[in-house]
């Protein structure tokens, strides 16, 4: 089991900057791809961004340029650095797991934090 603990969520100006960190925990061996996903009221669950432990990204259209996911294997920690937010980030951030143990392929999903865009 690899449990992910999301913190730095908050109420942000547009235009502003927020940092969201996800921190795994537990069974962590194999661990290949961590990301962040969003979901605002209504609507579906969608891809913000994601990295490989070997450091290769992957960003939604809507952020790029905006948005930054890095990962420190050592602290077994994911951030991401949002500048320039829009009201329309508005979201609930999930931060995501893949682990691959055994031919297996787990994913895991942390609780979830609020961020708001609003002046």
């Known amino acids: 089991q690899v449990q992910l603990v999301e913190s730095g969520g908050g109420l942000v100006q547009p235009g502003g900057s927020l940092r969201l960190s996800c921190a795994a925990s537990?069974?962590?061996?194999?661990?290949?791809?961590m990301g962040w996903y969003r979901q605002a009221p209504g609507k579906r669950r969608e891809l913000v961004a994601t990295?490989?432990?070997?450091?290769?990204?992957n960003y939604a259209d809507s952020v790029k340029g905006r948005f930054t996911i890095s990962r420190d294997n050592a602290k077994n920690t994911v951030y991401l650095q949002m500048n320039s937010l829009k009201p329309e980030d508005t979201a609930v951030y999930y931060c995501?797991?893949?682990?691959?143990?055994?031919?297996?392929?787990?994913?895991?999903w942390g609780q979830g934090t609020q961020v708001t865009v609003s002046s």
């Open positions: 990295i490989t432990t070997g450091g290769n990204t």
């Open positions: 995501k797991a893949v682990q691959i143990l055994r031919g297996n392929i787990y994913e895991y």
């Open positions: 537990g069974t962590i061996l194999s661990i290949n791809a």
